[in-house]
C-alpha cells in the first residue's frame, strides 16, 4: 500500500490541485499546536497570483468560531482537502496474494491567513463563493435575493485570504498497479458506484500526459 509522502502519488500540475479543491472545497482548516489545537471545517477558494499561478486560498468564517481569535493571534495554519475516496478490496482481483487497499485524492496546504473585516471584503468573498457553487444550477439563486438579511448575516463573519506556503498532494489512484489489476479494480469500484474515484483514476491513467 502506497503512503501519504510517496512522491510516486503527487500532484502531476496545477490543475490536479485546483480540480480537487473547486470539486472538494470544504476543507479542515488548523491552527496551533498540541493542546491548544483549534479546527474547523471551512469551504475555500483558489486564488490566484497575477501569472495565473495557484498562490492563495480564499474563504470565510463565524466571528464566533474561536478559530478566528486563534488566527489574528496567530497567523500560521493548516487546510486539509480529502476528495474522492473508497476501499480497493482485494476480492476483485484474480490474483488472490494481492493485499486489500485504499485508493484516495487528499491535499495539505501550509498557510499564512489574513483576516479582512472590511464590508467590501466580506461582501466580495461570500458573492464569489455562491456564485462558484451556484453555477450550473437551475434557478441559481444570488446573494441580493437576502435583501435586508444580508447586512445582518454580514456583521457575524470575516473573511479572509490565505497565502500558500507550501503543499503536499496525495493522488493514490492505481498509478503502480499491473495493468490486469488496475482493470479488475476499476471494475470493481464501477461496481461499488465509485463514479468520483473512477473519474479520477481515469483522469491519472494516462501516466505520462497532461490532463
Not at 497570483?49 to 478566528?68: C, E, I, Q, T, V
Not at 494481492?98 to 473585516?117: G, I, S
Not at 498509478?175 to 481515469?202: C, F, K, N, T, V
Request: hydrophobic letters at 45%; proline letters at 5%; aromatic letters at 8%.
Amino acid at each position: 500500500m502506497g503512503h501519504a509522502y510517496d512522491e510516486s502519488y503527487a500532484a502531476r500540475n496545477q490543475a490536479d490541485l485546483v480540480a480537487l479543491i473547486e470539486g472538494n472545497p470544504l476543507a479542515w482548516v488548523v491552527s496551533g499546536k498540541a493542546e491548544a489545537l483549534m479546527h474547523s471545517p471551512l469551504p475555500l477558494r483558489c486564488g490566484y497570483a497575477a501569472d495565473g499561478r495557484l498562490s492563495h486560498l480564499l474563504g470565510h468564517l463565524a466571528l464566533r468560531n474561536p478559530l478566528a481569535a486563534r488566527l489574528r493571534e496567530d497567523p500560521m495554519a493548516a487546510a486539509f482537502f480529502l476528495g474522492p475516496q473508497a476501499y480497493v478490496s482485494a476480492s476483485w482481483l484474480d490474483d488472490r496474494t494481492q493485499a486489500p487497499t485504499w485508493n484516495y485524492c487528499a491535499a495539505a496546504f501550509q498557510l499564512k491567513v489574513e483576516l479582512h473585516d472590511a464590508p467590501g471584503a466580506i461582501r466580495d468573498e461570500l458573492s464569489a463563493l455562491v456564485a462558484q457553487m451556484e453555477a450550473g444550477r437551475p434557478k441559481a439563486w444570488q446573494l441580493e435575493e437576502m435583501e435586508g438579511r444580508y447586512a445582518h448575516l454580514a456583521r457575524h463573519v470575516v473573511a479572509f485570504r490565505a497565502q500558500i506556503v507550501s503543499v503536499h498532494s496525495t493522488f493514490k489512484l492505481g498509478q503502480d498497479e499491473r495493468p490486469g489489476d488496475y482493470a479488475q479494480i476499476a471494475e470493481g469500484l464501477g461496481r461499488s458506484q465509485e463514479a468520483s474515484l473512477l473519474h479520477w483514476m481515469r483522469r491519472f491513467e494516462a501516466r505520462d500526459e497532461e490532463p
